[in-house]
T-cell receptor, first 114, second 112 residues
């Protein structure tokens, strides 16, 4: 079966712009989690959605937001981009959530902010 | 504050060597500890540990959890260049409705 699909894989933006990243989970998975990965901080949790509801949220500013659609696909948005937002953004899906099931990760979206 | 600490942060070995990667955790409402391998982009699942003292094995990789001392180790025997990757450890906090907290990872480089 198809894995977790993230688009776009690479993108370059400038400071002040906004970006939207997309994640299609494994079929049947209802939970989608987003992580930011940087060399200095490792994987940091952004938020988790389950059945279109945000269930958990990490310690990121309000510029980071997300949503989940009825088909479980999820998007995350970062507004007013800063240089420090340059990172690999990973999406992961699971049946019922990271607390209950093993996560399956996508290949990530590499964001570079100039 | 919940935290997961991995050591060493990076490691260089030669093919055939045995390596041990360490992960200590302080996680409230602990449920399980997971290991992932990240080669290019997507971390791939290796092990999930819930019980203390029970070793899990998969080929040359094995892992064990000590819930009293709050740590886990990942062993790789007879390393190969294909083992070069970042190895991530994550603690499950908050129970079944909870989430994962990741360590910063150990970057393993295996030289031929």
């Amino acid at each position: 079966k198809a894995g977790v699909t993230q688009t776009p894989r690479y993108l370059i933006k400038t400071r002040g712009q906004q970006v939207t990243l997309s994640c299609s989970p494994i079929s049947g998975h209802r939970s989608v989690s987003w992580y930011q990965q940087t060399p200095g901080q490792g994987l940091q949790f952004l938020f988790e959605y389950f059945s279109e509801t945000q269930r958990n949220k990490g310690n990121f500013p309000g510029r980071f937001s997300g949503r989940q659609f009825s088909n479980s696909r999820s998007e995350m948005n970062v507004s007013t981009l800063e240089l420090g937002d340059s990172a690999l953004y990973l999406c992961a899906s699971s049946l019922a959530g990271p607390g209950a099931n093993v996560l399956t990760f996508g290949a990530g979206s590499r964001l570079t902010v100039l | 504050e919940d935290k997961v600490v991995q050591s060493p942060l990076s490691l260089v070995v030669h093919e055939g060597d045995t390596v041990t990667l360490n992960c200590s955790y302080e996680v409230t409402n602990f449920r399980s500890l997971l290991w992932y391998k990240q080669e290019k982009k997507a971390p791939t699942f290796l092990f999930m540990l819930t019980s203390s003292g029970i070793e899990k094995k998969s080929g040359r990789l094995s892992s064990i959890l000590d819930k009293k001392e709050l740590f886990s180790i990942l062993n790789i025997t007879a390393t190969q260049t294909g083992d070069s990757a970042i190895y991530l450890c994550a603690g499950n906090y908050g129970g079944s409705q909870g989430n994962l907290i990741f360590g910063k990872g150990t970057k393993l480089s295996v030289k031929p």
